[in-house]
Each structure stands twice: as structure tokens, then as C-alpha cells.
T-cell receptor
Framework: QKEVEQNSGPLSVPEGAIASLNCTYS??????FFWYRQYSGKSPELIMS????GDKEDGRFTAQLNKASQYVSLLIRDSQPSDSATYLC????????????FGGGTRLMVKP | NAGVTQTPKFQVLKTGQSMTLQCAQD?????MYWYRQDPGMGLRLIYY???????DKGEVPNGYNVSRLNKREFSLRLESAAPSQTSVYFC????????????FGPGTRLTVL
């Protein structure tokens, strides 16, 4: 079982809708959670970080964390075609050096 | 600030050739990382350097070596390239290891024939 799981997609939503991206992780002691956005052919860029249970909002983006269920999600409200990208979930792993472990990414397509 | 820079952007090697990927950051970060990204597999950590003078293996270190030349620069060397090393390589840096935000370079697309 991979340590960080994401549905590879593609997830297709119409413009203006809410896109919901999900991520589960296996290491119960993980403390830090990140969402990166990666456009095709580009490098990942951080869009959200979350460290405690509950919701964290930043503009059209909301990250949700449930440590009991080992689940982190990203909601994108009023989705725009420019949101079309692959979204990577990253979790700090219980490994030597406390490094981040990335999921395989979910490809989001927002249709005009 | 240029952030994290990587050279080259593209490279084609023949099996058995060697090369070094260069990475530099100008954010005064302590930690630096090398990842590879293959289709559908996200980012996998090859090596990292928690601070100047230290390096450690990540998830997929076989076939690679690294050097933390100074606080700014972290290079990745392929001594004898293999087709399985065809990938996109990203360098990243962060103020400290693990829990801090990592900032990524533009990547190097490597093909090994």
C-alpha cells in the first residue's frame, strides 16, 4: 500500500463548480500536509499547507484535514479553466529525516 | 531572487554515459532535495541534504550520487546512466527539512537511450 494515495483522475468539473480533491495517508504520526499544483511541463508550486484538524481557507481554496480518518482534501470553489492542472498531496513521513512523501497526483480538468 | 535554478533543462544520454545535474538556490535555505518524477508516480525522493555538509539517501538512491558543494549548491550525478533513469528531475529547497515548504526548480528532462 502506498503511503499517500490519490485518485489519479482525471477529475472533470464545469467552470464555476466546486472541485473536490482527496488524499489519504497511512502514517498516523504525520504532522504536516501540503497541496501542490503542477501545470503540464512545469514544476510543483505550493498552494496550501495545513497542520491541524479542520478547515483552512485561502481565497478560492480550502484545505480540510481529519487526522482520525487520515484524510486530507482540497476544495476549489468557482473553478476556472486556469485551475486545470495536476494536484499533488504531500505528507511529512515517519521516515528518517522526516521527509515529505508525495501522492501520485490527481489531474483536474475544468471545462468552460 | 531567482529562487531555485537547475541546469541543464534537457539532456539526452546514451546508456553508460555519465553526467551531473546542477542545482542552486539563492534563498539561504538549509535543506535541499533531489526528486525524480515518472508518469503517475508523483515525486520520489532520491537524496537530500538537511544542511551544508550532510547528505542522506531518500527512497530511490540507487544509481545516483550527490554533492552539497556549499549552502547554495546541490548536484546530482549519474555515473553510468541506464534507460530506467529516464525521468524528469526536480531540485527543491526549504528553510529546514521535512515540515517546511519546499520550493522547486524548473526541472531537468533526461532521456537515456
Amino acid at each position: 500500500q502506498k503511503e499517500v494515495e490519490q485518485n489519479s483522475g482525471p477529475l472533470s468539473v464545469p467552470e464555476g463548480a466546486i472541485a473536490s480533491l482527496n488524499c489519504t495517508y497511512s502514517d498516523r504520526v504525520s504532522q504536516s500536509f501540503f497541496w501542490y499544483r503542477q501545470y503540464s511541463g512545469k514544476s510543483p508550486e505550493l498552494i496550501m499547507s495545513i497542520y491541524s484538524n479542520g478547515d483552512k481557507e485561502d481565497g478560492r481554496f480550502t484545505a480540510q484535514l481529519n487526522k482520525a480518518s487520515q484524510y486530507v482534501s482540497l476544495l476549489i470553489r468557482d473553478s476556472q479553466p486556469s485551475d486545470s492542472a495536476t494536484y499533488l498531496c504531500a505528507v511529512n513521513g515517519h521516515n528518517a529525516g522526516n521527509m515529505l512523501t508525495f501522492g501520485g497526483g490527481t489531474r483536474l480538468m475544468v471545462k468552460p | 531572487n531567482a529562487g531555485v535554478t537547475q541546469t541543464p533543462k534537457f539532456q539526452v544520454l546514451k546508456t553508460g554515459q555519465s553526467m551531473t545535474l546542477q542545482c542552486a538556490q539563492d534563498m539561504n535555505h538549509n535543506s535541499m532535495y533531489w526528486y525524480r518524477q515518472d508518469p503517475g508516480m508523483g515525486l520520489r525522493l532520491i537524496y537530500y541534504s538537511a544542511s551544508e555538509g550532510t547528505t542522506d539517501k531518500g527512497e530511490v538512491p540507487n544509481g545516483y550520487n550527490v554533492s552539497r558543494l556549499n549552502k547554495r549548491e546541490f548536484s546530482l550525478r549519474l555515473e553510468s546512466a541506464a534507460p530506467s533513469q529516464t525521468s524528469v528531475y526536480f531540485c527543491a529547497s526549504s528553510p529546514a527539512r521535512g515540515t517546511d515548504t519546499q520550493y522547486f526548480g524548473p526541472g531537468t528532462r533526461l532521456t537515456v537511450l
